[in-house]
């Protein structure tokens, strides 16, 4: 190499650069050169390749992603994923309580496991997009889980079935608030839970609807409809209260919501308490903003208007979220694989997508959410981060139990 780098220069340096003797020798050698060139700049071009998340992976691998979200929310991801890598991606849907117990048990076998059944590919649900294969979960390991609520993001990380993502600008991208601390698992999507009430004339003054404690002031007795207190919903609500408000404040609060149930036993489903709403059982009820964004699309003209609590600036409050976030699993092989996934879930238009699905906000600030939810206003967020809030859900369900909020 150095004896070669030297006919390089004296190919190019004074003295002999114009003899006619030493032209055809400079010629062979700056041929030679240009192989050389030629070689760095394509050992340079698949070093590229092979680092970049957009990399050409064998036909054959396979990325398995596992959660509790609907198979075809996926479809145009792994459609662009699978464009991108020629990786094929295995969707495996499943409630979570089953999702935790297939990880923990692979999790005590200590093994990704091996596919002793071939995958079947969903051809025939237009909805699953190119891409997306289907399968038990029984038999292969995951490498990406995403799940819907912060709850059980929580789970996860503290049962060590998630392993910290690469920090970078995309991953940055989402609030500290909506993303774990050291990047265990990361925020795509989000919902708030807030009151929806009856757009029916003389039914509803909408600036009575301001905060959540004021849900409990007498003016509302026999008017409000609630979920159950058992609810993971509604357990991550009381959870944000406590630490927004405070133990005493908290108590008050939630009481009040209690006596003022306008039925003898609470809901055991949002879509439920909207029916009750129209209906005339209540005016106002505590909701996840999704179940209206559904419901007026589904049924255009329903008299139903949503109120976004505690967003008093002066207060440093705001209305309560929680979401869908994703995580790389721990055990995976295919960690950098499981990574490029999710940042492909995070670029704008993927993420707009994916939130769309379910009539939720995308997690990054500047991906504008469906037409219909912005059509609702801007909103300020609760101060508290996700995992904050799930820290105190074991002193949320305390409260919930002596209060009889189930």
């Known amino acids: 190499m150095k004896s070669q780098y030297k006919k390089f220069s004296w190919c190019f340096g004074r003295g002999k650069r114009n003899s006619r003797a030493s032209g055809g020798r400079c010629y062979a050698n700056l041929q030679s050169f240009e192989h050389f060139r030629r070689l760095i700049f394509s050992l340079l071009a698949v070093a590229t390749l092979t680092l970049s998340p957009c990399a050409v992976f064998s036909a054959s691998a396979e990325l398995t992603v596992l959660t509790d979200r609907a198979t075809s929310d996926f479809a145009k991801a792994a459609a662009a994923f699978e464009g991108q890598t020629r990786v094929k991606v295995k969707i495996v849907e499943k409630p979570f309580p089953e999702l935790l117990a297939l990880l923990r048990q692979r999790q005590g076998k200590g093994a990704t496991g091996d596919s002793t059944k071939t995958p079947t590919v969903n051809a025939q649900d237009p909805g699953a997009g190119a891409g997306i294969t289907t399968g038990t979960g029984a038999e292969t390991g995951a490498d990406v889980i995403i799940t819907k609520d912060l709850a059980n993001l929580h789970t996860l990380k503290m049962t060590n079935l998630l392993v ?233 369900r305390s409260l919930i139990q002596r209060l009889g909020f189930f």
């Open 164 to 396: 910290p993502m690469q920090s970078n600008e995309q991953v940055k991208a989402v609030p500290q608030g909506l993303r774990d601390v050291d990047l265990s698992w990361v925020g795509l999507t989000y919902r708030v839970r807030t009151a929806v009430y009856s757009t029916e004339t003389n039914r509803v003054d909408p600036q009575q609807l301001s905060t959540y404690a004021r849900l409990g002031d007498p003016e509302w007795q026999g008017r409000l409809c609630l979920r159950t207190g058992s609810s993971s919903y509604n357990e991550a609500l009381v959870a944000d209260l406590l630490l927004s408000y405070g133990e005493t404040a908290t108590e008050a609060i939630v009481a009040g919501w209690v006596k003022n149930s306008a039925t003898n036993t609470f809901f055991t489903g949002d879509n439920a308490i909207l029916d009750a709403i129209v209906r005339g059982v209540c005016d106002v009820g505590i909701v996840n903003s999704y179940y209206l964004g559904i419901r007026l699309n589904q049924t255009p003209g329903v008299p139903l208007a949503i109120a976004f609590l505690d967003q008093d600036n002066s207060s440093g409050l705001g209305v309560h979220s929680n979401g869908t976030g994703g995580g790389i699993a721990a055990g995976s092989p295919n960690q950098k694989l499981a990574q490029a996934f999710l940042e492909t879930l995070l670029q704008p238009e993927m993420l707009r997508t994916f939130a769309d699905a379910h009539f939720e906000y995308p997690a990054i600030a500047n991906v504008p959410p469906t037409t219909l939810i912005a059509s609702w206003g801007a909103l300020t967020l609760s101060p508290n981060s996700w995992t904050e809030i799930a820290q105190r859900l074991s002193g949320a």
